[in-house]
């Protein structure tokens, strides 16, 4: 009987570890089981701050797409974006912000000046997106640097440092390839990637978590800093959580959203929205669960999802009745328990949040969204109102 008990817990170990593998999560199994303490929702009557972020690869020619069908995925988010939440409104106020990463491989002013007009408005805002193959440092370094003098100069995208005004952007790799991750070295090239995004003005990147991908990092749930490595890919793979020491120099920010495994579902949640992983409150409580935070302000929980909003299966839910009902979800969570609070923010925000966090900022979310970066263009202030 003992035996019998024994060979099955071995199978059923066994189905598990190569749903893992097939999943591309082998790599972080020892990371996740380490994070089992502090892996825990919120509890009744915590002070809680939920800071969520929608990290949008936002590709309009995706598929291949027809000149005239990209325009009309971009039209689409522009036309029902403040129709659909412009009355939401989240603890402070404000109405749902997205964060669009335009793709500079894919750069089409008409379509970022309309995305522009929607940030203008107080709905968003546009960082930078790459996808790039068989590249080398220079070339990248030079890329970079002409997009980001497109989107600030041509656009007035783009946000500054307080400190001392240089023009900053926040980063998600195409393909998932941070840093010549993948383990066939395609779509990416550079070795020691980390290191040019900060050289050429990178504030953060929010391109993880990537499961189920070979790109997938050891590090998970997790704030960090890591350096680039010219001699060696990957170098995000580990690194030191924000608020946990010094900052090192030269590093860059990495800002991950949840992983974890839903039992229930037997699924891996990745924090992903999409047609198949509609947004919902059953959802929200793994992303807490997930313990995505600073060290400093437990309260503060930051959720950085992803998605790639163009495709028209994916608007059917991000600009749909599935989105709607989850910020409804939370208003009615935020009035039904007086110590949850909610608060929209872009990727910006979140890095401002994460540096405030580091710094042992005691105060309110709203005072701290322009902590350390500040928007070229147009200000906090301005809250959508339809």
């Known amino acids: 009987m003992i035996s019998a008990v024994i060979i099955g817990a071995i199978a059923v170990a066994a189905c598990v570890w190569n749903m893992l593998r097939r999943r591309g999560v082998d790599r972080c199994v020892i990371p996740y089981m380490a994070q089992s303490r502090r892996r825990r929702g919120v509890r009744a009557g915590e002070e809680t701050h939920v800071l969520l972020c929608i990290a949008d690869h936002f590709e309009p020619q995706w598929g291949q797409a027809s000149a005239s069908c990209a325009r009309e995925r971009v039209q689409n988010w522009v036309r029902q974006y403040p129709a659909l939440f412009g009355r939401c409104r989240d603890s402070d106020g404000r109405a749902p912000r997205h964060t669009f ?16 007009g929607l940030c203008r408005q107080g709905f968003g805002e ?74 050429t003005g990178c504030y953060a990147d929010f391109t993880l978590p990537s499961a189920p991908s070979s790109t997938q990092t050891r590090k998970i749930n997790s704030i960090y800093y890591a350096k680039g490595n010219a001699d060696h890919p990957k170098s995000h793979d580990w690194g030191v959580d924000v608020g946990a020491g010094p900052a090192p120099s030269d590093a860059l920010m990495l800002i991950q959203g949840p992983l974890l495994l839903d039992w229930r579902r037997g699924k891996i949640e990745n924090g992903c929205l999409q047609a198949s992983q509609p947004p919902d409150m059953r959802r929200l409580d793994l992303w807490l669960k997930a313990g995505v935070r600073v060290p400093s302000r437990p309260d503060w929980r930051f959720v950085k999802l992803h998605t790639h909003g163009a495709p028209e299966s994916n608007q059917q839910i991000l600009l749909g009745e599935s989105m709607l009902r989850f910020h409804h979800g939370l208003r009615r969570r935020a009035g039904a328990e007086r110590n949850f609070h909610f608060h929209y923010v872009t990727a910006r925000e979140m890095y401002n949040l ?11 979310v709203w005072q701290a969204l322009d902590y350390d970066l500040i928007p070229a263009a147009f200000g906090r202030s301005m809250v959508a109102v339809v």
């Not at 990463?101 to 522009?116: I, K, R, W």
């Not at 790039?132 to 003098?149: F, P």
């Not at 540096?355 to 042992?360: D, F, K, L, T």
Request: glycine share 12%; proline share 1%.
């Open 101 to 116: 990463f335009f793709p500079m491989d894919q750069y089409d002013a008409g379509h970022v000046e309309s995305l522009a």
């Open 354 to 364: 994460a540096r405030a966090a580091e710094a042992g900022y005691s105060g309110s």
């Open 126 to 199: 546009i960082e930078l997106h790459l996808h790039h193959d068989g590249d080398n440092a220079d070339n990248l370094r030079r890329a970079i640097q002409r997009y980001k003098s497109l989107l600030a100069g041509r656009h007035g995208l783009l946000s500054r440092r307080r400190s001392n005004g240089e023009i900053v952007y926040g980063f998600v790799h195409g393909d998932w390839a941070l840093d010549n991750s993948r383990a066939d070295g395609r779509c990416c090239g550079v070795n020691g990637e980390l290191d040019v995004l900060g050289q």
